[in-house]
């Protein structure tokens, strides 16, 4: 392959312009393929050139919206995975594995919004400090020592909105800073972080909606495992509220298409 500037030539046949595309739609597995045939003839031609892999991608914002998260078919016949293993994945999100498997990846959503490490310091911590009030303030808190507590961010958002569901700041968010963007340490070198950055339920009229945002996507492969598992984490929170489920909205900043398996979105 022809290659310029160790980038290889761009693939022939149409690129869009990289602007946010949107997507309606009832049924998650509507919603798939209409994205995947937007994808492939709007999409932007986005060369990657990560050190894990280097390729073409269809790539650019999307918006998918689903107006009702549970319609059927929630996963296309034509997706690249079947309900049992969707449904596993949705388990697994909701209710974890055993703390050895948990622990064997990178991250599991499980971890990020049932486990969630946060720090009572940092809860507490003015604005804008220097070293030294920092300091003094880490003395005052917890006489210097670090007190970390695992939040599981998923039934504090359930008790929030049975006490007020009128509350529109409820937000599960998966992001470590100080581990998540770090990717060039030595201690990051060949590991991920989450794609899935935070959650933004909102109960409305008794029907809790749910509004999504991932960094990245990979929309052929993983999108419908990832909409399968969170619609069903929203069902399990709008069950627990005496709730049904509303819309389904996720944004991904960057969704894409790897070349590898263009031949196959062409099918769709």
């Known amino acids: 392959m022809e290659e310029t500037n160790n980038i290889p030539k761009e693939p022939t046949g149409y690129g869009g312009a990289y602007v946010p595309i949107v997507i309606e739609a009832e049924s998650l ?11 492939m003839t709007k999409g932007f031609n986005r060369f990657v050139k990560a050190p894990e892999y280097q390729t073409w991608t269809k790539d650019s914002p999307m918006f998918i919206v689903v107006r009702n998260a549970m319609a059927e078919p929630r996963l296309s016949p034509k997706a690249p ?13 909701i209710e974890g594995m055993s703390k050895e498997k948990e622990n064997s990846f990178d991250y599991t959503y499980f971890s990020r919004l049932r486990h969630y490490p946060d720090c009572i310091i940092r809860a507490s911590l003015p604005s804008v400090t220097d070293d030294a009030e920092m300091k003094a ?10 007190v970390v507590e695992r ?5 504090k958002a359930i008790d929030i909105f049975k006490k007020d569901p009128t509350r529109r700041s409820v937000v599960l968010h998966t992001w470590i800073p100080k ?22 339920p909102q109960l409305v009229e008794n029907k809790l909606h749910f509004n999504v945002v991932m960094k ?12 399968y598992a969170l619609t069903a984490l929203q069902k399990y ?3 627990r509220l005496g709730a049904e489920t509303g819309h389904y909205t ?11 398996v263009y031949d196959a979105a062409k099918n769709i």
């Open 29 to 39: 597995g509507e919603a798939w393929e209409k994205a995947v045939r937007e994808m």
């Open 81 to 93: 995975i079947t309900k049992d293993m969707a449904e596993e994945y949705a388990k697994n999100m």
């Open 137 to 146: 303030h880490v003395e005052k808190v917890s006489q210097g020592r670090c």
């Open 151 to 155: 939040i599981d961010q998923v039934e």
């Open 179 to 200: 581990r998540d963007l770090e990717k060039f340490s030595l201690e990051r070198k060949d590991t991920s972080s989450p794609c899935v950055v935070l959650v933004h």
């Open 216 to 227: 990245t996507n990979d929309l052929f492969n993983a999108w419908p495992g990832n909409a």
């Open 237 to 239: 929170m709008a069950d």
């Open 250 to 260: 996720h944004f991904s900043v960057a969704m894409q298409i790897y070349q590898e």
